[in-house]
């Protein structure tokens, strides 16, 4: 199946799964690339500055999942707020269960808040808000999960942030990058 993503290069910035990518050569070219979108928006970054964006950058990509068919960094500069999301966009045989969200979740504190979400493209699906965070944590993380099933194509989008406040802040941002996935035949 082949898709395209439309998104809001203010809001997120594509990781690519390995290098040379279509836009960069080196890892580095891609951080580099990053720092200067950011010092675009908000002036020369400090030093410190430059190694936390260099650092959330570098460990968000670390934490890309094989086979996931596109991942972005969110980082809006015009809010101090830090996110990743995850696509995937693949086939399935057997219809899939778009009211179940997974409740063994080992990092889930509370149970998901499952609603209906349609877009023009991808059709009926649901979004679900997870509260996640450890025992040892003194703060939730936030996830907001996507999922739709369009004649055997499943999209599910997965973003997640820091804090819950966070979450609630990228909330909008994921519903306007999930309006943007256009399937082709």
Do not use: K
């Amino acid at each position: 199946m082949r898709y395209t993503i439309e998104y809001d290069s203010a809001a997120w910035f594509p990781v690519p799964a390995t290098f040379p990518a279509e836009n960069w050569q080196t890892e580095g070219a891609w951080l580099e690339s990053l720092v200067a979108d950011f010092e675009t928006d908000v002036g020369s970054l400090t030093t410190d500055a430059h190694a936390a964006v260099h650092e959330f950058a570098t460990a968000a990509r670390s934490a890309r999942i094989p086979g996931t068919s596109a991942y972005f960094l969110f980082c809006p500069r015009t809010l101090p707020v830090l996110g990743v999301a995850s696509v995937f966009i693949g086939t399935s045989d057997v219809p899939v269960d778009l009211d179940h969200e997974s409740s063994a979740d080992e990092l889930a504190q509370l149970p998901p808040l499952v609603e209906d979400f349609a877009t023009e493209n991808l059709g009926e699906g649901r979004r679900a808000a997870v509260v996640l965070g450890a025992s040892d944590q003194a703060s939730a993380a936030g996830r907001y999960n996507y999922a739709f099933d369009r004649d055997g194509c499943i999209v599910t989008v997965s973003g997640t942030a820091d804090g819950l406040q966070e979450a609630a802040l990228m909330q909008p941002f994921l519903d306007i990058l999930v309006h943007g996935i256009r399937l082709e035949a």
